[in-house]
């Protein structure tokens, strides 16, 4: 009876000695992307397309299809926006309603899939297409398939938790970044998943002083800097601190753009701005690449 006691104590001894602490398991789970995405390195897409891609003729923007069609042209993160259906499945759509951007009408929120799964998506210019709204598990399976980097707009009707669940059942965090606005959703966002690249608003000084100031590591966090010029100092106190910084262009800064040159995307980036989010991906491409 002794001996097997003794015996049982040394199996349980050596199972404590080689099973490894906690900390060190979730380090070794953290998302690729929190390493990817350093100032150091060059190797990450420098162009974000704002919502999947906007203003093509024929390509809708949060549309699977769509996402095929500029990856095949140019390496790109893309970002989508993630609503929420009557019936709980988490779909693509930017707005509340889909009357803008399919061929049907109603809020997300009242109409199960079933039903949103008969309406098409309509492009930019109001064509209708053949595409459907995809679901974001057919999103997630794709971009895992093809190694495509997404950051994922939550619609504020849909929670934080959710979507991390998604991603977790699709085993792809090593493709997403989730999108924060400030710094509460911020440090939700890490509770619920400590080991996903964050992106994070630190326009100015003061917004980024206010996530040092958090538990959140910088190493999780991805900093978009508005959609309007900062100060280079701020460019350089994100890249002080490892940081690699975004600059949304879409809206007025594509506008100065297409009138005056696309030669100011590389201008805007020279200035120390890691990745361009824009309505223009092409062209912004072709300009800093």
């Known amino acids: ?67 095929k069609f500029v990856n095949d042209s140019i390496k790109a993160i893309f970002e989508v926006d993630v609503a929420q259906t009557k019936d709980k499945k988490l779909i693509l759509m930017h707005d509340n309603s889909i009357d803008r951007t399919a061929n049907g009408t109603g809020l997300v ?21 053949d595409f459907k709204i995809p679901l974001f598990s057919e999103v997630l399976e794709w971009s895992k398939a093809n190694n495509v980097i997404l950051t994922i707009d939550i619609k504020r009707s849909v929670s934080q938790k959710d979507v991390i669940n998604a991603i977790d059942a699709a085993d792809a965090k090593d493709i997403s970044i989730i999108i924060t606005y400030d710094v509460e959703q911020a440090q939700s966002a890490y ?25 959140i590591p910088t190493e999780n966090m991805l900093a978009f800097t508005g959609t309007r010029l900062s100060n280079k100092s701020l460019y350089k106190h994100l890249h002080d601190k490892d940081i690699v910084c975004i600059l949304g262009t879409l809206g007025n800064l594509d506008k100065q753009a297409e009138a005056r040159g696309d030669e100011l995307y590389l201008r805007w980036k020279n200035l120390g701005v890691d990745i361009l989010a824009t309505d223009r991906p092409f062209e912004a491409f072709r300009a800093i690449n």
């Open 1 to 67: 009876m002794k001996r097997f006691l003794l015996s049982i104590l040394v199996i349980g001894f050596v199972a404590c000695k080689n099973s490894k602490p906690e900390g060190e398991l979730e380090q070794a789970q953290k998302s690729k992307l929190i390493e990817l995405f350093k100032p150091s390195r060059s190797d990450y897409p420098n162009i974000s397309v704002h919502r999947g891609g906007k203003g093509i003729k024929g390509y809708p923007e949060n549309c699977l299809e769509t996402l």
């Open 109 to 129: 929120k009242n109409l199960t899939y079933n039903q949103i799964k008969n309406f098409n998506l309509i492009d930019d210019f109001g064509n209708q297409t």
């Open 191 to 215: 509770a619920l998943a400590p080991d996903v690249l964050l992106s994070v608003s630190a326009r100015n000084h003061k917004e980024f002083d206010r996530l040092l100031k958090t538990e």
